[in-house]
């Protein structure tokens, strides 16, 4: 069984900053892509950032220059810094990842972490 928990989230005042992490754990034999998506209140799950295993890093337009995606192989842990938060940026960051089990590769979530940008 595979699990993913992020950690990190909360209250953030706007042009703060923060870190999120997010762990995969259980019997992994591999991990291809590694992601954060986020919800907004009534607005549908989007992209925010995806790395490869090899490390290379895509963004969605409105994360670009504000947000870092970067992981650690050894460690199966996946991270997302955002700088000069906004409260548009408010909404639930889910980590995905695409993961190789003994039953073949698999798209996992985590159950998410609140980012509130708020003064």
Not at 12 to 36: D, E, H, T
Not at 54 to 72: L, M
């Amino acid at each position: 069984q595979v699990q993913l928990v992020e950690s990190g989230g909360g209250l953030v005042q706007p042009g703060g900053s923060l870190r999120l992490s997010c762990a995969a754990s259980g019997s992994i034999f591999g991990i291809n892509r590694m992601g954060w998506y986020r919800q907004a209140p009534g607005k549908e799950r989007e992209s925010v950032a995806v790395v490869t295993s090899g490390g290379t890093a895509n963004y969605s337009e409105s994360a670009k220059g504000r947000f870092t995606i970067s992981r650690d192989n050894a460690r199966n842990l996946v991270y997302l810094e955002v700088y000069n938060l906004k409260p548009e940026d408010t909404a639930v960051y889910y980590c995905n990842a695409r993961i190789a089990t003994m039953r073949g590769f698999n798209d996992y979530w985590g159950q998410g972490t609140q980012v509130t940008v708020s003064s």
